[in-house]
């Protein structure tokens, strides 16, 4: 590409910026979506949900259809992961709603929104924080014989686990491994992490070549869960008791935030 040609793009992307921000600053309300906290892009509720200065309280909704409820060692385990790292004096809270199996498995991500709009029932109120986990009967539709999806955190609020998968490819000794590693890493990019908003990061830990997760091999944000070849996984299962922990770098990027 051309010089000029390059510097007319950057220009009109310039252009473009500016014009959505207009849109933003404009007085007229919002329209009264009671769902709209919900609908943001991921890493956006970040700090709401580490800090409490906006929601003293949180809840999780788990939606599964009937035989993919996760274990109940996984439902425990994740209330210590968010009560070590989220400031919530008033309490998480989890919900469960079991639902019929959705049509259309393996879901693309239109699919897995589509889930979520037609049984998502809780949302962020008042002092409380919504966040929206389904356990999927499903598995994900670009998983190939050899690579698989494990789960995708898709909005600031939503995250899919491909709870069908993790049972293909685990026993019953490591599937309370890979199901905890899964949640944990899928809220890891619910609160910010790798550097997800571009512009907050505290330090140079976002891996050069896997982007938005983290460059320390035994932190819980090194492995990208999309796309990961099965040896991968039994590579990863192989020497683990129990699912990785944030790194002391990517706890400090949670702390700059609010988190604890
Ligand atoms: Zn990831
Ligand atoms: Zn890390």
Same mark, same amino acid.
Request: proline share 5%.
């Given at each position: 590409?051309? =010089? $000029?040609?390059?510097?007319?793009?950057?220009?009109?992307?310039?252009?473009?910026?500016?014009?959505?921000?207009?849109?933003?600053?404009?007085?007229?309300? $919002?329209?009264?979506?009671?769902?709209?906290?919900?609908?943001?892009?991921? /890493?956006?509720?970040?700090?709401?949900?580490?800090?409490?200065?906006?929601?003293?309280?949180?809840? #999780?909704?788990?939606?599964?259809?009937?035989?993919?409820?996760?274990?109940?060692?996984?439902?425990?385990?994740?209330?210590? =992961?968010?009560?070590?790292?989220?400031?919530?004096? /008033?309490?998480?809270?989890?919900?469960?709603?079991?639902?019929?199996?959705?049509? /259309?498995?393996?879901?693309?991500? *239109?699919?897995?929104?589509?889930?979520?709009?037609?049984?998502?029932?809780?949302?962020? *109120?008042?002092?409380?924080?919504?966040?929206?986990?389904?356990?999927?009967?499903?598995?994900?539709?670009?998983?190939?014989?050899?690579?698989?999806?494990?789960?995708?955190?898709?909005?600031?609020?939503?995250?899919?686990?491909?709870?069908?998968?993790?049972?293909?490819?685990?026993?019953? *000794?490591?599937? $309370? #491994?890979?199901?905890?590693?899964?949640?944990?890493?899928?809220?890891?990019?619910?609160?910010?992490?790798?550097?997800?908003?571009?512009?907050?990061?505290?330090?140079?830990?976002?891996?050069?070549?896997?982007?938005?997760?983290? =460059?320390?091999?035994?932190?819980?944000?090194?492995?990208?869960?999309?796309?990961?070849?099965?040896?991968?996984?039994?590579?990863?299962?192989?020497?683990?008791?129990?699912?990785?922990? =944030?790194?002391?770098?990517?706890?400090?990027?949670?702390?700059?935030? /609010?988190?604890?």
């Amino acid at each position: 590409m051309t =010089f $000029p040609k390059f510097l007319l793009l950057m220009l009109s992307a310039a252009v473009l910026i500016t014009s959505c921000k207009d849109d933003d600053n404009n007085d007229t309300p $919002p329209q009264e979506d009671p769902t709209a906290e919900n609908k943001k892009a991921l /890493g956006e509720s970040a700090e709401d949900l580490l800090a409490n200065e906006t929601y003293d309280r949180m809840v #999780v909704e788990f939606v599964y259809s009937e035989g993919f409820r996760p274990m109940q060692e996984t439902i425990d385990g994740f209330q210590t =992961f968010l009560q070590n790292r989220l400031n919530k004096p /008033g309490g998480v809270v989890f919900v469960e709603t079991v639902i019929d199996p959705p049509p /259309g498995a393996p879901y693309n991500s *239109t699919e897995i929104r589509e889930i979520e709009e037609a049984n998502r029932t809780q949302f962020t *109120t008042d002092d409380t924080i919504a966040v929206y986990v389904f356990f999927s009967d499903g598995s994900s539709f670009g998983d190939s014989s050899n690579s698989v999806t494990l789960g995708t955190a898709y909005r600031n609020t939503s995250m899919v686990v491909y709870e069908k998968t993790l049972r293909d490819i685990s026993s019953s *000794t490591t599937l $309370p #491994v890979l199901e905890a590693t899964t949640l944990h890493h899928e809220m890891g990019h619910i609160l910010g992490l790798v550097n997800i908003s571009e512009d907050d990061i505290h330090t140079e830990h976002e891996d050069e070549f896997r982007a938005k997760h983290c =460059f320390v091999e035994e932190c819980l944000m090194y492995f990208d869960a999309s796309g990961l070849t099965k040896s991968e996984v039994a590579r990863f299962l192989e020497r683990r008791a129990q699912a990785p922990n =944030f790194d002391p770098l990517c706890i400090e990027d949670l702390q700059a935030k /609010g988190g604890k």
